[in-house]
């Protein structure tokens, strides 16, 4: 079977791995000169298995107000002439009951777990070079609400066979954490899952497209842009690319994160894909100062994980920030608020960045045939947490092109 994916960030990569170990031949598309280029390049590096709520939840609805009009707010929201914009809008106040977000959560968490089985699997067979470390995920809060809300949580999960969890005092945190010792004065205590895992997903993604051409020869289309299809029917016969080319193969898998939607409109679907910007900051040779652990600032929203040497911290979600050039007010505000977090870590030569997480209004990602296709497949929508779920989903697409049955219920994640 000749299987062509397009699209060479986390979750095409991790597609191409998945397919090749069952013998199928791969062709990779991507648009850019390097796998890992767009999104997957410089994010927030959590491999948060237990942290995987939708966005979309009630909580969210009494801050929205807040939230968009504060100009230091961790959510930034920019109303645009843009159909989409209010379709996904309006999705998305939808899908905010408790109703949806429990069946979610639930749903994600069984993808989240066959992600971290999957990356087991391949870890014990793959020298992955990607700064991988399962040392669990501190939240820190500086206030007694939201920690008393969190310790509730704990309960209800701990109830549902959730992963282990732990309410700790400041000095526990501290103790557990010393990198947090500058701002103890400013918490009310924390949270830690010592589940949890980090890593670089660049490094991971480049490492992964490495082993895929070494063990199975095959190459991929680099610099090239899909841009449409040759199409019988319900089936594509082959893809066409920018240089006038045509890919021809039996399955086509569009993982091309948020430019999936322009491509998929060309067989006449056009799921809800929206961008939500986020930034980052990477600052190297930070060894000395950076938190060991993976530390998230719950009220300001922004996760702090080491790299090897470097330091990188993440934040923020802009809804109608179009683009990827970081916006210098939002990189001062996150310079400021990480100076005052690592006040040692020298944030005067950090690497700013910005990307566009593809998100579905409901959260969940889009992971199946593409509606009124016999031999196209979605991969796409992953939102926040792609790195996080690119190995199970891999995985979940590979059996359902099998027709074999699916380890997890596909349903909720079924394009529609
Ligand atoms: C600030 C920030 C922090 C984040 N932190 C985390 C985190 O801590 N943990 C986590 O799990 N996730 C995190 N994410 C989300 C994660 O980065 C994304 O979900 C993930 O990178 C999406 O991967 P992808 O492969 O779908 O998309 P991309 O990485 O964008 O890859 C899609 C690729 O398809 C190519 N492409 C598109 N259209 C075409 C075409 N027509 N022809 C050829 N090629 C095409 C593009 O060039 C691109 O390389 C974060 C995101 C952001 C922005």
Not at 8 to 26: K, S
Not at 68 to 95: E, K, T, Y
Not at 208 to 217: I, P, T
Not at 310 to 327: D, T
Request: glycine share 12%; charged share 20%.
């Amino acid at each position: 079977m000749h299987v062509c994916i397009i699209g060479g960030g986390v979750i095409g990569v991790a597609a191409a791995w998945q397919l090749a170990q069952r013998g199928a031949q791969v062709s990779l598309v991507e648009a850019r000169r390097q796998v890992a280029e767009l999104t997957s390049h410089a994010n927030g590096g959590q491999l948060s298995y237990s942290y995987v709520a939708p966005l979309a939840e009630p909580g969210v609805l009494p801050h929205l107000p807040a939230w968009l009009l504060r100009r230091d707010s961790p959510l930034r929201f920019r109303p645009r002439l843009d159909p989409l914009q209010w379709r996904w809008g309006l999705a998305f106040l939808r899908a905010c009951n408790a109703r949806q977000a429990a069946a979610s959560t639930a749903q994600m968490l069984g993808l989240a777990a066959l992600s971290r089985a999957t990356l087991q699997a391949w870890m014990r067979d793959l020298p992955l070079e990607f700064h991988h470390v399962e040392n669990g995920k501190l939240i820190v809060y500086r206030h007694a609400g939201p920690l008393g809300k969190a310790r509730a949580q704990v309960q209800l999960q701990a109830g549902l066979g959730g992963a282990r969890q732990q309410v700790l005092s400041v000095d526990a945190c501290v103790a557990l954490e010393p990198a947090l010792a500058p701002v103890a004065a400013a918490l009310a205590g924390g949270l830690y899952t010592p589940s949890e895992a980090s890593g670089d997903c660049r490094t991971f993604t480049q490492s992964l497209f490495g082993h895929w051409v070494a063990r199975s020869g095959q190459s991929a289309w680099m610099a090239t842009r899909a841009v449409g299809f040759r199409r019988e029917g319900r089936r594509v016969r082959a893809l066409r690319l920018d240089d006038g080319r045509e890919i021809e193969a039996d399955q086509f898998v569009v993982a091309g994160g948020l430019g999936s939607r322009d491509l998929l409109r060309r067989l006449g679907y056009a799921p809800l894909l929206y961008g939500l910007k986020g930034y980052s900051l990477t600052v190297p040779g930070a060894a000395g100062c950076a938190p060991a652990i993976s530390v998230t600032d719950y009220e300001r929203r922004t996760v702090y994980v080491r790299l090897g040497d470097r330091l990188r911290v993440s934040a923020m979600v802009g809804m109608g920030l179009k683009g990827l050039a970081p916006e210098p007010d939002r990189i001062a505000q996150l310079r400021r608020e990480a100076s005052a977090f690592v006040p040692r870590a020298d944030f005067g030569h950090a690497e700013a960045w910005a990307g566009q997480r593809p998100a579905t209004p409901h959260g969940r990602p889009l992971v199946g045939r593409c509606p009124g296709m016999d031999n196209v497949w979605l991969n796409t929508g992953h939102g926040a947490l792609g790195f996080t779920l690119a190995c199970g989903s891999a995985h979940l697409l590979d059996t359902l092109m099998a027709g074999e049955p699916p380890a997890i219920d596909p349903a909720p994640f079924a394009p529609r």
